[in-house]
């Protein structure tokens, strides 16, 4: 039996469920009480191996208190251009990112700041960093 890879649609709503739970400080366990579901149902649906059907999708916005758009919103369509993405999107490694904790965290933390000077003195740092690691792969 061969095991069939999750529908790119199906990853990314998962990671922008997973996003959005985060952001939010609950945990999988808390959602899928909410939603009836074990906390291993969630993480099925936030890796997108089990595909999140409509009034479901209803109910997990609801309850992550967004709009059911907001779980689709940059990512792949039916419209496929040359990533798989419709115009305008962010690139994939970007929501894989904020899908983290630690990109949550670190755009949270970022955003707090008024500084634009600041904003842009800890940005060049970064950049500084990660240019010790080599060229950027994308």
Same mark, same amino acid.
């Given at each position: 039996?061969s095991?069939?890879?999750?529908n790119?649609?199906?990853?990314?709503?998962?990671? *922008?469920? *997973?996003?959005r739970?985060?952001?939010?400080?609950m945990?999988?366990?808390?959602l899928?009480e909410?939603?009836g579901?074990?906390?291993?149902?969630?993480?099925?649906?936030?890796?997108?191996?089990?595909?999140?059907?409509?009034? *479901?999708?209803?109910?997990i916005s609801?309850?992550?208190?967004?709009?059911?758009?907001?779980?689709?919103?940059?990512?792949?369509?039916?419209?496929?251009?040359?990533?798989?993405?419709?115009?305008?999107?962010?690139?994939?490694?970007?929501?894989?990112?904020?899908?983290?904790?630690?990109?949550?965290?670190?755009?949270?933390?970022?955003? *707090?700041?008024?500084?634009?000077?600041?904003?842009?003195?800890?940005?060049?740092?970064?950049?500084?960093?990660?240019?010790?690691?080599?060229?950027?792969?994308?």
């Amino acid at each position: 039996m061969s095991t069939k890879a999750p529908n790119p649609v199906d990853k990314y709503v998962g990671s *922008r469920v *997973r996003m959005r739970r985060i952001m939010l400080g609950m945990s999988q366990e808390k959602l899928g009480e909410a939603l009836g579901l074990t906390f291993q149902q969630v993480q099925k649906y936030e890796k997108g191996t089990n595909r999140v059907g409509a009034s *479901r999708l209803q109910q997990i916005s609801e309850i992550l208190q967004v709009p059911v758009s907001f779980l689709f919103d940059g990512g792949p369509s039916g419209a496929v251009n040359g990533e798989g993405f419709g115009d305008g999107a962010s690139p994939a490694y970007v929501s894989d990112f904020l899908a983290t904790s630690e990109g949550l965290a670190l755009t949270r933390a970022f955003t *707090r700041i008024d500084d634009s000077k600041m904003r842009r003195s800890i940005v060049e740092l970064v950049e500084q960093i990660a240019s010790r690691n080599g060229p950027d792969p994308r």
